[in-house]
């Protein structure tokens, strides 16, 4: 079974970055053909898929994102992370991590067998 945990600082200062971890077990990220995406949550609105880094460590970003955010990934500790740079009180969310078949992915399909808990971000001074 595969899990996923999200791990990161709750509270980030408006213009200052934002950085979680995702950690896996139970599977590899280096397992073909999968992509292991960043995803959001602002209160009271919808999901909105961020980016990921597939299996070969490609990547791939929201193009409203792309310009801040930078995913990476440590395959010695089967983690993946998430940088977001310039982050204001309207990015506080509930960030979750989760891996989807790569094709689906990049085709937006949002359709993930995985998910973290999910970990609450709150942007303020």
């Known amino acids: 079974q595969v899990q996923l945990q999200e791990s990161g600082p709750g509270l980030v200062k408006p213009s200052q970055m934002l950085s979680l971890t995702c950690t896996v077990s139970?599977?590899?990220?280096?397992?073909?053909?999968?992509?292991w995406s960043w995803i959001r949550q602002p209160p009271g609105k919808g999901m909105q898929w961020m980016g990921a880094?597939?299996?070969?460590?490609?990547?791939y970003y929201s193009p409203s994102l792309k310009s801040r955010t930078s995913i990476s990934r440590d395959t010695s500790k089967n983690q993946f992370s998430l940088q977001l740079n310039s982050v204001t009180p309207e990015e506080t969310a509930v960030y979750y991590c989760?891996?989807?078949?790569?094709?689906?992915?990049?085709?937006?399909?949002?359709?993930?067998?995985?998910w973290g808990q999910g970990t609450q971000v709150t942007v303020s001074s």
């Open positions: 989760a891996r989807g078949q790569l094709d689906w992915v990049v085709a937006g399909r949002d359709d993930y067998a995985y």
């Open positions: 139970g599977g590899s990220i280096t397992t073909r053909y999968y992509a």
């Open positions: 880094i597939a299996y070969d460590g490609s990547t």
